[in-house]
């Protein structure tokens, strides 16, 4: 197995500007600040960037999870609600499971960076395993976050969690492992049950 990607960027598409420039402008930042730990490996995969029209997309995304040291999530209401979202979550949590035969984990694989809180709280599957980033205060008054010194603190938080993960599997792979058989698992349920509605009488 080779890793080519330090870490694989999953997230919920968006149409308007909030969404896609707070994606940009950490993808931006982390590239900036994960550069010198890599060799001549992709500080991130990130499918807007990597992925063509005529790839087999499951193919394509299940060899770049397996091919990524560890995962960032960027977490909205709308991540939980998409299947493909919750999907690549989950198998991330597969190769966690796989890793732990091969190396004791500084933290888990998956870091959670919060963008939009849900209005119910956030999911014990964000909540629960241990560290997530809050970015729920950006704005597009925000500015670079590569250079705003209220945001630099997370930045490196997720850099460091992402080189440790990164020099652990370097160090820990099984030559053999082979990334072409690896595969998305189904899409999970949804994260949280919804209330059937009540109507007053």
């Known amino acids: ?66 091919e990524s040291a560890c995962m960032v999530a960027i977490y909205t209401p709308k991540y939980e609600a998409h299947g493909y979202t919750r999907r690549e979550f989950a198998a991330m949590q597969l190769l966690e499971r796989e890793r732990k035969q091969w190396y004791t984990l500084p933290s888990h694989l998956i870091i959670p960076v919060i963008m939009t809180r849900h209005p119910s709280g956030l999911p014990p599957q964000i909540a629960g395993p241990g560290m997530y980033v809050d970015f729920s ?31 652990c599997l370097k160090r820990s792979t099984p030559p053999e492992h082979d990334c072409g058989r690896f595969v998305l698992p189904e899409i999970p349920p949804e994260w949280r049950v919804i209330p059937p509605p009540h109507f007053p009488r």
Do not use: W
Not at 137 to 154: E, H, I, M, V, W
């Open 1 to 66: 197995m080779t890793i080519r990607h330090g870490c694989f960027f999953s997230y919920a598409h968006g149409q308007h500007a909030y969404m896609s420039k707070f994606k940009d402008d950490l993808v931006d930042a982390l590239k900036c600040y994960l550069e010198p730990h890599f060799d001549n490996e992709e500080e991130l995969f990130v499918d807007s960037e990597q992925l063509g029209g005529g790839d087999d997309l499951d193919e394509k995304i299940a060899r770049a999870l397996c």
């Open 137 to 167: 205060r950006y704005t597009l008054a925000s500015g670079d976050l590569k250079t705003n010194p209220d945001f630099l603190p997370d930045i490196e938080k997720i850099v460091h969690r992402i080189a440790e993960h990164y020099h």
